[in-house]
């Protein structure tokens, strides 16, 4: 037998790699294909295989069936035929096999049941339906009984038999009293599974009230009551304590069957004072939280949609404090059949192959059986071209006659399937399914599609022709689809035509024409155009039109979006619409739209109507548009439940027609005072009807809308209230999401305010576990939110709340799927390991922890790692954990960790997490990653400290990623920017960190290659460029001239201008940078700027001389001292031509440069548009003649002067910014003024220099004279200034100089000699003491006055004092020094 087997499914392997399938034939719906196919029967209603009918309706069996002929139906009962005819209370209803069984003429039901089987023939095969089991309802009454009163005594347990009638289907238990009251039920009493009433043990209450069992019975309605149970408890003053026993089941062990897919309910119910506990387990594993379900106080356990890794052993366990007790129910599950692969009809063409599959599985496995036409195959079977192996029948060039239905029967001993595949041979020659010869007219440019159906047994081969001529069209410009269709891509004048399509096969061949006509596109050529008429004269608006010649054309009006109705005001001819005699009501948009057949084009103008020109038409055209004024007399009507009629009168809209309206409304009791828009109008409506929402105290304004703006609200209408309603609003947002693990918190939006409809908003929240057959629980509150308490974890609930009010409850919203909470993950994935280590990546491996033990959703497997140690001796490492995460599913997990570092010793464990919490950890894997290529080195300098030599520094990489064996070297000669000579190498151990390299000259640059080696290769190049040799007469040392330091901090600082092809760059002393503000002639001031030396290696400073100059006027040289100067010294920038990326901010530019230039400087300008305050520059000089750059670096604002440019000299100039170097302006070209150093100046000959000598000492003699025949003139008392200065110059020691000024009474002044107030020399003491530098005028002086103001604001009173009354003239009169005095008394 196992032999046979092995060989057919080696035949069929065989048969399946040797022949080629037919694509099934798919047969269209087209009504005349359907008339004239033939088909056999297919079944399409049928009743239930377990049938149960109430015995007081009629008895109607379904079985209808469609197929070409119409079938014929026969039945069979319990196997045998059922002649219908012969018994007069069955009839088959016509068209259909449906049998009606009725009972007015009497008969009992009974005596119809059985099984039943329809049959459904024609001359094509035959179907069959299930074989339907009848049977009749009952409902039997109770047997009855005299109950005797049950005497038990307290604390010991009982059971209270029900034993309901049988009946069909059984009935519903229930118990209650005799006066029609439940019976509570609690962890001491509760009814079992068949309807028992157990007591765990018995209290005296109990005997306070009866028992009576109740049966209901779906089919007829009914209850019925058995004979009440009455109770007599003897009772005692110490009522004994018991251990635990099972009431039901008995014994230590049971079995259990149940079905695949049904509902699985184990017992257990136990005696014991106290009341026992009941728990429950699954040995060899966790009970299956998301589909397990406690009832009964834990006394039931309820299983939905058992599966076969649902069985196994059960255990319930009773105990209380004295003890406790177990019970193990062996639960086995098994299936009665069910698909896996139905088998379908199929159509197949003569010789073609095909084969039906019918695969079922079940517990114990299906036995699959073959029938044809309702009688089973034979096997081998007498037909060569069909073969039966196993659950797939296979068929072979197929002939006609061949048609048959196949059934195929799938069963075991706890059920049966039943399907019904025909195989249809059909042989139709190609025919054309649609309509003949078509026109199809396109618009050019246009995409088109070509339809051309059709169908054919075999299926013919479909081919488009143009013009019956050349090979199919397919490609390009065409596409051809397999249902027939042929596409245009762009349809052009030349695509016009005839198209055929040919569908051919090895049964002829069928063909269908179809015409292409491309035609030019419908639009408007001359639009209408925005038009203002004055009341009372003529507008009109143009609509001109062009079109294909061969499409007719209709041109329509509509105004406002309505149609147009045309009378003797409104008149339209072919490009025209007139409207004579306008009034206020033809103000509107007016429309034009032109139709042809296939396309239509629209186009739109506005008409508005003005009031009639006033006496000053020049006044009232020239006054502009303005705001419209507000709407008046706001009325409401028309009041309803939700709407209300708003009328109003529109204000005036100061030459700009009012476009619309805009109704806005306020409300008291949720938002008061807030105003709300309600909804827009056309701007020629002025009465509405506005929708509003229940319970809502409303009232209105409008405010009108033109061109111009919006007017000023209109004044509030009256209050208009609406009454109350159920809520019309679902909640929204509805979700439900567990906080903790045994909660679910099920949340909404609240209904906005005017959602309300009514006082008293409440929700009603609904909630139960999805797929457990739960009834719903609801809960009803006022907030936004509940939380259901006491779930199990992670379970699936369906969700849904409704709002109610006073008025009654709204609509339910959608149900949603929402969670309980997630708890810690129990299970750990298991076998963590690594495979196919590399320097910086690893494959990881693990086996994935059970799905329920996620106790969750589930998030990833989360892998933390670190580094440990690094292989390399000596080097430390962070121990820093990284995570990475993998979402997997599959039965053989993996993942790729990547981004390790070389050489290290690595350790990693894993853990799997949901959406709240990560579980235990797994096994901890340690694994080292290989030797790899190492990092850059740490840093590379170069510094020149001689004419002819380079000395090159560097350190060690930060990550080795292995033992380096030591450095390579690598560098060319750099010919401006061009690379040239070969390159060369130096190698070096590992402790050498440092080299010197001999220039062959001075001018000769580098660049150079550094990289370190482990045994992998070289790592990461450090590129660097030497610096270029400067200029010997800007420096005064070259020493340290120039240094390069850490890459990755040059590269950040330092600007890399945009390569100059035929400017190699040269560095330059740092010229000097002023602000151009004009400020008053300063000395020149030389500034000392030392460069900044490197940390590692000690250099001399270099000291450059700076000149701070203003812009105007020019400066005078003078000998300089070294001092600080408060204008800010340019930075020395050194061009590096590196090959890093620079960031470029697009958006930014620098654009207008300008150069203003002197002899030896040049004040430059640009615009830019960067951030004020955050940008520095960089200004590029380079000499025309012997290209050298100089570079200057500022962070000033424009303009900018630069010094110490050569006089006479060409440059080329440019500015970039410095942090980005590709935003640069254009070049400019400018020369410096020439020196004129050769031209002999007149005010440097020494004879010009005596001869002004000369003139100035005559002038300055005559001066004096002049002075001091003025002075002897008797003006000044006691002969004047220069009489009382002799006698200053010539006291004696004890003299001392003039006092301040000391006022008398009289208003004079008085001088004193005073010590401590002596001047200093050469100046001379104003009144307020302070000291005057110089005096700058020569003053007549008069006799005693008062003090007054000379020319120049000094005042008088220094000089003179009044005299003495009783004193005409005198000597003594004391006077304050002046130049002019000390020289007489000199002379």
């Known amino acids: 037998m196992l032999g046979q087997g092995r060989h057919a499914a080696l035949a069929l392997v065989s048969l399946l790699l040797s022949w080629r399938e037919a694509t099934p034939i798919e047969v269209p719906r087209d009504a005349r294909i359907q008339q004239e196919l033939k088909q056999p029967p297919t079944l399409v209603r049928q009743s239930v295989k377990d049938y149960i009918v109430d015995p007081r309706d009629n008895i109607i069996i379904e079985c209808e069936a469609k197929g070409n002929p119409v079938p014929t139906f026969s039945w069979r009962k319990n196997r045998k035929f059922f002649n219908i005819a012969k018994d007069p209370r069955v009839t088959m209803r016509k068209g259909s096999g449906t049998l009606e069984i009725g009972f007015r003429s009497g008969g009992r039901p009974e005596d119809y049941e059985g099984e039943y089987q329809c049959f459904a023939k024609n001359d094509l095969g035959t179907a069959l339906s299930n074989k339907i089991l009848l049977r009749v309802s009952k409902a039997p009454l109770w047997p009855k009984e005299v109950l005797e009163p049950v005497v038990v005594t307290e604390g010991s347990p009982l059971v209270l038999l029900c034993n309901p009638p049988p009946g069909l289907p059984p009935p519903f238990t229930f118990w209650m009293t005799s006066g029609m009251s439940p019976i509570r039920q609690d962890k001491r009493v509760s009814m079992g599974l068949n309807g028992d009433m157990y007591f765990s043990n018995v209290i005296a209450r109990d005997a306070d ?96 949609s058992v599966s076969e890794e649902d069985d196994g052993e059960y255990v319930c366990m009773a105990n209380n404090h004295l003890g406790s007790i177990r019970h193990s129910i062996f639960v086995h599950v098994k299936a009665a059949p069910y698909w896996l692969d139905k088998p379908t009809d199929l159509v197949l063409a003569p010789d073609e192959n095909g084969r039906l599959v019918c695969r079922a599985n079940g517990n114990p496995k299906p036995e699959i059986k073959w029938l044809m036409n309702g009688e089973p195959l034979e096997n081998p079977s007498p037909n060569p071209s069909r073969q039966v192996l196993g659950d797939t029948i296979i068929f072979r060039s197929v002939q006609m006659g061949g048609s048959a239905v196949y059934q195929c029967n799938a069963s075991n001993e706890h059920g049966y399937l039943l399907a019904n595949a025909f195989v249809s041979v059909l042989d139709m020659p190609p025919r054309m399914l649609g309509a003949k010869k078509q026109l199809i007219k396109v618009i050019e440019n246009n995409r088109t599609f070509l339809d051309c159906p059709f169908f054919g047994s075999p299926l013919p081969e479909l081919r488009w022709f143009k013009n019956g001529q050349g090979s199919g069209l397919d490609g390009g410009q065409y596409r051809a689809y397999i249902n027939g269709t042929l596409e245009i891509k762009k349809a052009r004048a030349e695509d016009e035509g005839t198209y055929t399509c040919v569908a051919s096969s090895i049964l002829g061949m069928a063909e269908n024409q179809v015409s292409l006509e491309v035609k030019e596109r419908t639009r408007i050529v001359g639009a209408p155009e925005h038009k203002s008429a004055i009341r009372g004269s003529t507008a009109r608006f143009t609509c001109k039109v062009k079109s294909d010649p061969s499409l007719p054309v209709t041109v329509t009006w509509t105004k406002d979006d309505k149609p147009l109705y045309l009378g003797w005001r409104l008149k339209k001819d072919e490009e025209s619409l007139t409207i004579s005699n306008v009034n206020e009501g033809d103000e509107g948009t007016y429309a034009c739209t032109v139709k042809s057949e296939i396309d239509q084009d629209s186009a739109s103008a506005r008409l508005t109507v003005l009031e009639e020109a006033s006496l000053n038409p020049s006044v009232s055209s020239a006054l502009p548009p303005d705001r419209p004024d507000p709407p008046m007399d706001l009325d409401l009507s028309d009041p309803a439940a939700r709407s209300v009629r708003l009328t109003w009168i529109p204000g005036n809209d100061h030459r700009s027609p009012i476009t619309e309206f805009l109704v806005q409304f306020e409300e008291d009791r949720w938002e008061p005072g807030r105003w709300q828009n309600l909804s827009t109008y056309p701007g020629d409506f002025n009465s509405v009807i506005l929708q509003l929402a229940p319970f809502v105290n409303y009232q209105f304004r409008v405010i009108a809308i033109n061109t111009v703006g919006q007017s000023q609200p209109s004044r509030p209408s009256p209050r208009y209230k609406t009454s109350g309603a159920a809520p019309d609003a679902i909640p929204r947002g509805v979700r439900g999401w567990g906080s903790e693990k045994d909660n679910m918190e099920i949340s909404w939006e609240p209904l906005l305010d005017l959602e309300r409809n009514g006082p008293n908003l409440r929700y009603s929240v609904w909630w139960r576990r999805k797929d457990a057959g739960e009834e719903w629980s609801n809960v009803t509150t006022e907030g936004s939110k509940h939380v259901v308490h006491n779930t199990d974890t992670y379970v699936p609930y369906e969700v849904k709340v409704q709002a109610r009010n006073e008025f009654g409850p709204g609509p339910e919203s959608n149900q949603v799927i929402g969670y309980s909470g997630e708890d810690v993950p129990t299970d750990a994935p298991t076998d963590l390991r690594v495979s196919k280590v590399g320097s910086t ?145 130096e190698t070096f ?36 460029e030497s610096p270029p040799f400067a200029n010997q007469e800007n420096f005064t040392d070259t020493t340290g001239l120039v240094e390069l330091t850490d890459a990755s901090v040059a590269s950040s600082f330092t600007p890399t201008p945009p390569p100059l092809a035929s400017l190699p760059p040269t560095t330059i002393a740092p010229p000097t940078i002023a602000p151009t503000t004009a400020t008053p002639t300063t000395p020149t001031t030389t500034t000392t700027a030392p460069t900044t030396a490197t940390p590692t290696t000690p250099t001399p400073t270099t000291t450059a001389s700076t000149t701070a100059t203003p812009t105007t006027p020019p400066p005078t040289t003078t000998p300089a001292t070294e001092a600080t100067t408060t204008a800010k010294a340019a930075v020395l920038v050194t061009v590096r031509r590196t090959d890093q990326s620079v960031s470029v901010a697009p958006a930014w530019e620098i654009w207008n440069l300008t150069a203003e230039h002197n002899i030896n400087y040049a004040d430059v300008s640009w615009i830019h548009n960067f951030p004020a305050g955050s940008s520095e520059f960089v200004l590029e000089f380079t000499l025309d003649s012997d290209k050298t750059v100089k570079v200057v670096q500022v962070n000033q604002q424009p303009p900018i002067r630069v010094a110490d440019l050569i006089a006479g000299a060409k440059y080329h100039l440019r500015v970039y910014s410095h942090a980005f170097n590709s935003i640069s302006s254009k070049y400019i070209t400018f020369k410096t003024k020439a020196a004129y150093i050769d031209q002999v100046d007149i005010a440097t000959q020494g004879w010009f220099i005596g001869l002004m000598c000369a003139i100035a000492l005559i002038i300055l003699i005559l001066l004096i004279v002049c002075f001091i025949k003025r ?107 002046s130049p002019v005095n000390a020289i007489y008394s000199l002379a």
């Open 209 to 304: 009230t009866d028992y009576s069992c109740n049966a209901r019975f779906p089919f007829t309605h009914t209850i019925q009551q058995k004979n009440p149970f009455t109770l007599k408890v003897h009772t005692s003053r110490k009522v004994a304590e018991s251990t635990p026993t099972f009431l039901s089941p008995s014994g230590s062990q049971s079995s259990k069957m149940v079905l695949r897919d049904e509902h699985l309910l184990l017992e257990c119910i136990a005696a014991g004072l106290p009341t026992p506990t009941i728990k429950w387990f699954k040995k060899g594993g966790d009970l299956p939280g998301h589909k397990v379900k406690f009832e009964k106080f834990n006394k039931t356990l309820k299983m939905v």
């Open 841 to 985: 990546k690893a494959n990881i491996h693990w086996k994935p922890v059970d799905p329920a033990s996620v106790r969750g959703e589930f998030k990833e497997y989360k892998l933390y790692y670190w580094r440990e140690s690094s292989l390399v001796p000596g080097l430390l490492v962070s121990k820093e954990k990284r995570t990475k995460g993998v979402y997997s599913t599959a039965s053989e997990p993996s993942g790729i960790l990547s981004d390790l570092v070389p050489y290290s010793r690595y350790q990693m464990f894993m853990v799997v997490a949901n959406g709240r919490f990560e579980g235990p950890p797994s096994n901890t894997v340690e694994f080292t990653t290989k030797e790899g290529v190492p990092d850059a080195p740490r840093f590379f300098r170069i510094n020149r400290r001689s004419f002819d030599s380079i000395y090159l520094e560097w350190d060690k990489p930060l990550e080795p990623n292995g033992i380096l064996i030591g450095y390579q070297l690598k560098y060319r000669i750099v010919n401006g920017s061009r690379v040239g000579g070969r390159t060369q190498l």
């Open 989 to 1024: 151990f590992p402790n050498v960190t440092d080299f010197t390299l001999r220039l062959p000259d001075r001018s000769t640059r580098y660049n150079f290659f550094l990289s370190a080696l482990t045994q992998i290769g070289a790592g990461e190049v450090f590129a660097e």
């Open 1271 to 1377: 002075s002897r003139g008797g003006k000044y008392p006691g002969g004047g200034f220069v009489a009382g200065f002799a006698e200053y110059l010539v006291r004696d020691k004890k003299d001392l100089p003039l006092d301040p000024v000391d006022q008398k009474e009289d208003g004079s002044f008085d001088y004193h000699s005073d010590e401590d107030n002596k001047p200093l020399q050469g100046s001379q003491t104003s009144l307020d003491g302070n000291v005057k530098e110089s005096d700058d005028s020569l003053v007549d002086y008069g006799e005693g006055g008062d003090g007054q103001f000379n020319e120049d604001g000094s005042f008088i009173g220094q000089y003179t004092v009044k005299k003495d009354k009783d004193e005409t003239e005198g000597n003594e009169s004391s006077e304050a020094t």
